[in-house]
């Protein structure tokens, strides 16, 4: 059927060529307006929580920080090291004690100077309007002398660095104001123009104190649907794309056009819902829901290999990496004796199971933005069949509203990036403890939330490692999440874009270097 596919994305291409051809053409280059590049995003939208690009509204600040807009305090190499951005230094100096020193030679793209005071009003601002950074950063007091920042914290932050790096932390200028969701930052490139769900329009930022920009004008385009994106790069509608589709790669691979690729933590996962009307409020199901997807397989076959089989919340390597904690495998068998021994059976033969009249119907929840996600949703509906299950599939972009009706789903099915600071306390104290910002399935465990008191106040990376290896363990055994793949991350475009490059922390996208020649 793949033949199909293909066949239909190129007569898309040759409709979009038509309708470019009637319209002019909005290729990358040099034209009137200077050089010029739109790319074509499928996941810079409301149903992924970016709306705008005002780092404090909910995750709006990954749309400010992957175009170029905002930049933070310190940064992640592809290592996910830290390494200084606005701040050219920092010291620890008690546990609770973080004195920061700023580049001096940094303007917001509105003209005001980049000093502690505007960083000391910024923060203050984040954690107002933000209840996860407000959770993140603790922060008690802060004072600002010049280009020197400290940051008092109410309780001793060991990642309080890491988290600085996350996008809420985008350095903006606060008294430039966040009308229709713009955001005033000291990166590359300026935001002046967006519409929600459809489309971003920058400029060069002409003072950036990093050197000067190369492109005049980018547009990021909001494309959703994968085949529409794939047609728009062959096109030209677009020259650079992210978040194409796995089974549209085939297309790219050629002389015409550079693939950027790298392995990240982002991760598609389920979370159980524990709501007592929940079917998973069982733990036999959720042991059998974890005992009957066959990640393998979702892997070699419908991500192409564009990824890796998941073990815990984190990839294989780091030492607190999934490797080292111990899952369920692939065992349909054994997840149908789980089952039986719960007392869900098929007492009337139509293949679906039942206990005490209620059939074993699975509400899966997830959205179409992220390609693979309602591909990992048919593969599950067909194994979990095959140990009498029945899955319900609801694929909306209006997930966000969804998962808050606790009665409307079972299994919430999202892409996330799971380390993206580098330390493992952000996936838990995100999605997992008790206080949990996107604890949506209301997961408590009273062990966990101990082990997260211990790892939010210790020091050691080692220590910490074990600490979080042993918090990978309670979600496992308690089943309150399943881990289906990790991916490698890709950014296409065409052959004459230079400088578009994937990140391990997948931020990073649009940079002073980004060309077209």
Known sequence: MKWKKMLAMALGVCLSAGILAGCGSNSAGQGNGGKVLTIGDTTFNSS???PDVNPHNAYAGWACIRYGIGETLIKYADNMEIQPWLATKWENVDARTWKFTLRDDVNFSSGRKLDAAAVKQCFEHLIANNKRAAQDLQIDSMEAQGQELTIRTKEPK??????????????????????????????????????????LTLKKNENYWGGTPKLDKITIRTITDGNTLANALQS?????????????????????????????????????NFAPESICADPAVRKAISMGIDKENFVDKLLEGNGFPANGVFPAGPAFGGDKVKAEKFDPEGAKQVLEAAGWVDSDGDGIREKNGRKLVIKWLTYPSRQELPLLAESVQATLKDIGMQVEVNNTADNNQVVKDSQAWDVYAMANVQAPTGDPEYWFTVFATSTATKNQGKYQSARLDTLENQLSREFDPAKRAQLALQMQQVVLDDHAFVFCSFLKMSMISKANVKNYTSHACDYYQVTADLDVE
């Open 48 to 50: 992924n929580e970016e």
């Open 158 to 199: 060991p990642a309080l660095l890491n988290y600085l790096g996350d996008p809420y932390a985008c350095i903006v200028d606060v008294d430039a104001g966040f009308d229709k969701g713009l955001a005033a930052g000291t990166g590359p490139y300026i935001a002046v123009d967006m519409k929600t769900d459809d489309h």
């Open 236 to 272: 030209g509608e677009v020259q650079a794309a992210y978040g194409m589709a796995y089974e549209s790669y085939p297309l790219f691979r050629n002389e015409q056009y550079n693939i950027s690729q790298i392995s990240t933590s982002r991760c598609f996962f389920g979370k159980m």
